[in-house]
């Protein structure tokens, strides 16, 4: 029998990166799950931009980003900090935003895409910390990186959407 979208679940591991207790869900569970712990906030769109994000990703099918399935992106080390939320793990099933992330998650292939090409987003006073410009042109520094030239970028309310240049 299906388990229903959004089932409680108790982190297994005391490392909050170990996210064991999601392998083998429903990519529309796991999409559901991260859309609602990044962006429950969010109107439907930004909602739309997060799920994009992941979208994104697995078609790139790199395995910096997990792969081709949503379970390898969404569940990828040090990638969605929201899957290692109470929020992820046990989400507002009555909620606005859990419909929303719900919805979304379960009409990707006609959930219009409000961002493109871009395979990262982070809230928009992290983005301003991380950003330098040089000749009229924005780079962004990943942590523990060197600065990469922005060529995709959409603001949708709290979050910054990007592409950098390679990808």
């Known amino acids: 029998m299906a388990y229903p979208y959004g089932e409680p679940l108790v982190n297994i591991g005391s ?40 979208k994104n990703r697995k078609a790139k099918n790199l395995s910096e980003f997990g792969g081709n399935t949503y379970e390898g992106v969404l569940l990828k080390k040090y990638q969605f900090e929201g899957m290692t ?5 046990k989400p507002d099933l009555s909620s606005q935003a859990w ?7 379960m009409n990707m292939s006609t959930t219009p895409n409000p961002i493109g090409n871009c395979l990262w987003f982070v809230t928009n006073s992290y983005y301003a910390t991380r950003v330098s410009y040089k000749d009229g042109v924005e780079y962004y520094t ?16 709290n979050h910054t959407f990007f592409r950098v240049e390679g990808y």
């Open 85 to 89: 939320t109470e929020s992820a793990r």
């Open 99 to 105: 419909q929303d992330s719900l919805n979304i998650a």
């Open 15 to 54: 490392d909050p990166w170990d996210l064991t207790e999601f392998i083998g869900r429903d990519s529309v569970d796991l999409l559901a799950r991260m859309v609602y712990a990044e962006a429950r906030g969010e109107s439907v769109e930004g909602k739309r931009g997060c799920a994009h994000v992941a």
């Open 142 to 157: 990943f942590p523990g990186s060197t600065a990469r030239k922005v060529v995709e970028k959409k603001v949708i309310g």
